[in-house]
């Protein structure tokens, strides 16, 4: 098996002009192109088929023409151009001013209630700040905040978070859905603990969603086993699930109210006080963040609710 392509023998200027050749067909206005020196271009060109083990470039009187592994060397190259391109234009971006790239991870409620206005009135303010969003569990956002992989986290309460500063973010109201031909709706309750849901099958998110830990905890305490009958990714199809019966469910209503509308379910408000739920912003404690990172805790912050 030949060896790999060393690295250090291989550099933009060259791959650039090898791009600049093939798509000319001249050695002579590839050169012209990189403003090089017919001999230097020449020279560059042969370095780089020695460097790849391959032929890459056919010479002729007519001009230059790629060779298929010429051909799989052009495609390669142009990919790492767009690639330095990229890390090009982002590097710009903060060398000009208040530029800058925040990584955010949040949980489900928090994207699907919170954030979009709040993070369309940011980026109203701040342009040149670009927001990478992840949509993650609770517990996996703690351990990006930890590892370094996020920025800024909003997640559950109840999470654990050691070695993360922590502040209220929003409150939100987990409420019992369920269709309207299901028992509990037809029992025209308005209000109920979550001890006399147990007597239902669920549906739930799937394992390890700070919701369904919410809730198993709660039947725990309770003594009754939680039936879970259909455990899905998002509220949406939580939401259609109930919809066609299969179950009864516990969701924030905010992230949920479109489809209690949409697919006529009722709505049981729970009497039990973990009902009420924080979500929480987060940053890595010690941490020192970019100013970009910094401005958008500050605006969660101000944004917050009571």
């Not at 993360?164 to 209000?191: I, W």
Request: charged share 20%; glycine share 6%.
């Amino acid at each position: 098996m030949p060896d790999p392509i060393n690295p250090a023998r291989v550099d933009f200027v060259t791959l650039r002009l090898f791009c600049a050749v093939a798509q000319s067909g001249s050695i002579t206005k590839g050169a012209e192109a990189c403003h090089l020196a017919l001999s230097a271009a020449s020279r560059r060109l042969s370095d780089f088929e020695a460097a790849t083990g391959s032929k890459l470039l056919e010479r002729s009187s007519q001009g230059i023409a790629l060779t298929p592994a010429g051909h799989v060397a052009m495609q390669h190259a142009m990919r790492l151009f767009q690639g330095f391109e990229q890390f090009s234009n982002e590097i710009n971006d903060y060398s000009s001013g208040v530029r800058g790239h925040v990584r955010l991870w949040a949980n489900m409620s928090a994207l699907t209630e919170f954030l979009p206005t709040t993070l369309a009135t940011f980026l109203a303010q701040h342009p040149d700040i670009r927001v990478e969003v992840e949509e993650q569990l609770s517990g996996d956002i703690v351990r990006a905040l930890v590892d370094g992989l996020a920025d800024v986290g909003v997640f559950a309460e109840n999470t654990p978070a050691y070695g993360l500063d922590v502040q209220t973010f929003q409150t939100d109201e987990l409420v019992v859905l369920c269709a309207k031909q299901h028992p509990l709706a037809r029992s025209r309750v308005k209000q109920t603990d979550f001890k006399s849901c147990l007597a239902h099958e669920f549906v739930g998110l799937n394992r390890s969603s700070s919701l369904l830990e919410l809730t198993s905890r709660a039947a725990e305490q309770a003594g009754i086993p939680m039936r879970l009958r259909v455990q899905v990714r998002s509220f949406d199809a939580m939401c259609h699930m109930i919809a066609a019966n299969l179950g009864i469910g516990v969701v924030p209503l905010a992230a949920c109210k479109a489809q209690v509308a949409a697919l006529d379910l009722k709505v049981v408000r729970l009497k039990d006080a973990w009902a009420t739920r924080r979500l929480l912003m987060a940053t890595k404690t010690s941490a020192v963040l970019s100013p970009a990172a910094q401005l958008l805790a500050e605006h969660l912050l101000r944004q917050a609710g009571p």
